[in-house]
């Protein structure tokens, strides 16, 4: 079992910056794709970022590449999601999930956190 914990979120101005952390615990997460994903009010939940296993690769959703950058610290079995030049549509809670790196299907998440972007 893989228990995460999100931190970080918050208000901010939109062409601001946040920093969201994800703590694992119960199981490190060294063998684990880590992934973002939000939701807004009214809408799904969609894909935001993931990582693998080791950090050799990301992926981002086009709405958010080149503005949000996905990191992870395997020994400190933490993953962040760093957030910049933000805007008013980011507003959303914000989950951390993990799945086994051979697993498509994300097995674990987090409880969320709330981002707020004020235009």
């Known amino acids: 079992q893989v228990r995460l914990v999100e931190s970080g979120g918050g208000l901010v101005q939109a062409g601001g910056s946040l920093r969201l952390s994800c703590t694992a615990s119960?199981?490190?997460?060294?063998?684990?794709?880590m992934g973002w994903f939000r939701q807004a009010p009214g809408k799904e939940r969609e894909f935001v970022a993931d990582i693998s296993w080791s950090g050799g690769r990301t992926d981002y959703a086009d709405s958010v590449r080149g503005r949000f950058t996905i990191s992870r610290d395997n020994p400190k079995n933490t993953v962040w999601l760093q957030m910049n030049s933000l805007k008013p549509e980011y507003t959303a809670v914000y989950y951390c999930?993990?799945?086994?790196?051979?697993?498509?299907?994300?097995?674990?998440w987090g409880q969320g956190t709330q981002v707020t972007v004020s235009s």
């Open positions: 119960g199981r490190t997460i060294g063998t684990y794709t």
């Open positions: 999930a993990a799945r086994p790196r051979d697993v498509a299907t994300y097995a674990y």
